[in-house]
């Protein structure tokens, strides 16, 4: 069984919104490091936005002040708010979440952002 288990992706208009889940395991969600990865076809998968068991926060140049990354601790749930989407958001989005050098990785979600 997965234990990132990724929800939120769809087909969306340019300057619209969307919002990403990813449930992880309780040991993932308390000693892990959680993140969202994009990558299009062709493309190197790339960091969007991180975020650390103390709230502190990273985020992508491309992606600074339209995204936004939280932890939700009751139900074991990282988000990410993406606003103003541009078509050259679409990718697929996965969950990351990283422990020393240990990673897991969800199974991706498609967003698309077309007219």
């Known amino acids: 069984q997965v234990q990132l288990v990724e929800s939120g992706g769809g087909l969306v208009q340019p300057g619209g919104s969307l919002r990403l889940s990813c449930a992880a395991s309780?040991?993932?969600?308390?000693?892990?490091?959680m993140g969202w990865y994009r990558q299009a076809p062709g493309n190197e998968r790339e960091l969007v936005a991180v975020?650390?068991?103390?709230?502190?926060?990273n985020y992508a140049d491309s992606v600074k002040g339209r995204f936004s990354i939280s932890r939700d601790s009751a139900k074991k749930t990282v988000y990410l708010q993406m606003n103003s989407l541009k078509p050259e958001d679409t990718a697929v989005y996965y969950c990351?979440?990283?422990?020393?050098?240990?990673?897991?990785w969800g199974q991706g979600t498609q967003v698309t952002v077309s007219s």
């Open positions: 990351n979440a990283r422990y020393i050098d240990y990673q897991l």
């Open positions: 309780a040991t993932i969600f308390s000693n892990y490091v």
């Open positions: 975020i650390r068991n103390s709230g502190s926060t």
